[in-house]
């Protein structure tokens, strides 16, 4: 468990310290800018639509293989546009 939580903290300062902006805000804005609800995106990544929403209000820091999932979610759905 550790292993998971540090490995998603060091993605977290690397994104932080790349564009001074945290995961959840990137989440958002990515997902709204391709038009798909937090429903849409769990159906694509396997990630509930609560954690999502959790995790795009800043309650959550994800762990390295669900932000993976949405991220491979979010560039996938790019493909398709």
């Given amino acids: 468990m550790e292993i ?3 490995a ?3 993605i977290e300062e690397r994104r932080s310290k790349a564009s001074d902006q945290p995961f ?3 989440l958002w804005q990515e ?3 391709k038009k798909l609800t937090k429903v849409q995106l769990s ?3 396997g990630v509930s639509d609560s954690h999502i929403g959790r995790i795009e209000k800043g309650e959550r820091i994800p762990r ?3 932000a ?3 991220q491979r979610a979010l560039e996938e759905r790019a493909d398709i546009e």
Avoid: A, F, P, V
């Fill in 4 to 6: 998971h939580i540090e």
């Fill in 8 to 10: 998603t903290i060091r």
């Fill in 24 to 26: 959840g805000e990137w």
């Fill in 31 to 33: 997902r709204t800018s």
């Fill in 43 to 45: 159906r694509l990544s």
């Fill in 64 to 66: 390295y293989d669900i």
């Fill in 68 to 70: 993976r999932k949405l």
